[in-house]
């Protein structure tokens, strides 16, 4: 993600609501961001590994604070990197996904065509509740401005 960091965290500090957020990036830990806006620096918010699971472990202990009837919009920004790629799928079997059933719009901002698909569609199963007419993934194969502007502009209405 460090190539396309700057362009992500501008197009995150123009779209994404500030109010009522709770943002947390990840690398090998978990970082909680609560001015909810991304400096351009990666190593400002860690930048370093990437483990995908103790992301969604942290996402969890957010959800734990949350009644069961709020209704929530995650938003997964990834290029699908891990420390472990050939564990990743069975770190995240263990996690226990949307367990209060709050109604949770979960969307998935897949960067560069190595993305793995797998990875959106697993989520989704795990903790989207919401809107049916969100798709499982936001895929930029190719990273541009352009790009991450048409993608922003079609998650919007689901802010």
Not at 134 to 159: C, G, H, Q, R, T
Request: proline share 4%; net charge negative; with cysteine.
């Amino acid at each position: 993600m460090a190539s396309h960091w700057a362009t992500v965290a501008k197009f995150w500090n123009e779209y994404i609501p500030k109010e009522n957020a709770h943002t947390i990036t990840f690398d090998d830990g978990v970082h909680h961001n609560p001015s909810n806006e991304l400096k351009p620096n990666i190593e400002a918010h860690g930048g370093g590994l990437t483990n995908i699971s103790k992301a969604f472990e942290a996402f969890e202990a957010y959800l734990e604070t949350c009644s069961a009837n709020e209704s929530l919009t995650a938003i997964f920004i990834s290029d699908g990197q891990d420390n472990n790629l050939s564990t990743l799928e069975s770190r995240c079997k263990k996690l226990r996904g949307n367990f209060k059933g709050n109604y949770l719009n979960f969307l998935c901002l897949g960067v560069q065509s190595g993305f793995p698909t797998f990875l959106s569609m697993y989520l989704r199963e795990k903790y989207h509740t919401g809107d049916a007419t969100i798709p499982a993934i936001f895929l930029i194969e190719y990273a541009s401005e352009k790009a991450f502007f048409n993608k922003f502009e079609s998650m919007k209405p689901y802010f």
